[in-house]
T-cell receptor
Framework: TQLLEQSPQFLSIQEGENLTVYCNSSSVFSSLQWYRQEPGEGPVLLVT?????EVKKLKRLTFQFGDARKDSSLHITAAQPGDTGLYLC??????????FGTGTRLKVLA | NAGVTQTPKFRILKIGQSMTLQCTQDMNHNYMYWYRQDPGMGLKLIYY???????DKGEVPNGYNVSRSTTEDFPLRLELAAPSQTSVYFC??????????FGQGTRLTVV
């Protein structure tokens, strides 16, 4: 069974701090996605990474796909209260089904 | 452009009752998925489909059934509802390796 473990599970930080969220698996993924979900809504895609070692930046968010395509990280610089939400990674093993990680709930305090 | 539409948004079921959660998408996506999300947790894949007439089990299929008679629709059937099926259910669709679009979710309570 494929498993995507995210850490930390919960994170509460002050506005302006930096943070990193990790997504780890023992399985290889052909692609990996990061989503953000707000209460009462479905997840919304932030980024897709496909190539091992790939780094993508989205404003203050930096996403990295591990060289072996088994893990990924999301780094937020100078977090803002609007970054608050549930962050989910999702991996595609090549069998068309996306398996989601356990989630990281982020709260940024003003 | 409606995207992915789920109905109903909320439902309370009694133990042993059955119901169908509806999902339809108007983006002509081949791939469709059903997930459940328990409070504060990530999403668990129940069933998925790679095209009309093709369905397959995900991580937690027990207690559920699906069908995919058209590209647009992917209903999820609960037979003999149990309290363990209390959750928020999300339907999603995409083309392979592209963004998955999610519906607004169906909040189901089994009492």
């Amino acid at each position: 069974t494929q498993l995507l473990e995210q850490s930390p599970q919960f994170l509460s930080i002050q506005e302006g701090e930096n943070l990193t969220v990790y997504c780890n698996s023992s399985s290889v993924f052909s692609s990996l996605q990061w989503y953000r979900q707000e209460p009462g809504e479905g997840p919304v895609l932030l980024v897709t990474v496909v190539t091992g070692g790939e780094v993508k930046k989205l404003k203050r968010l930096t996403f990295q796909f591990g060289d072996a395509r088994k893990d990924s990280s999301l780094h937020i610089t100078a977090a803002q209260p609007g970054d608050t939400g549930l962050y989910l990674c999702a991996g595609d093993s090549g069998t068309y089904k996306y398996i989601f990680g356990t989630g990281t709930r982020l709260k940024v305090l003003a | 452009n409606a995207g992915v539409t789920q109905t109903p948004k909320f439902r309370i079921l009694k133990i042993g009752q059955s119901m169908t959660l509806q999902c339809t998408q108007d983006m002509n996506h081949n791939y469709m998925y059903w997930y459940r999300q328990d409070p504060g947790m990530g999403l668990k894949l129940i069933y998925y489909s790679v095209g009309a007439g093709i369905t397959d089990k995900g991580e937690v299929p027990n207690g559920y059934n699906v069908s995919r008679s058209t590209t647009e629709d992917f209903p999820l059937r609960l037979e003999l509802a149990a309290p363990s099926q209390t959750s928020v259910y999300f339907c999603a669709s995409n083309r392979r390796d592209t963004e998955a679009f999610f519906g607004q979710g169906t909040r189901l309570t089994v009492v």
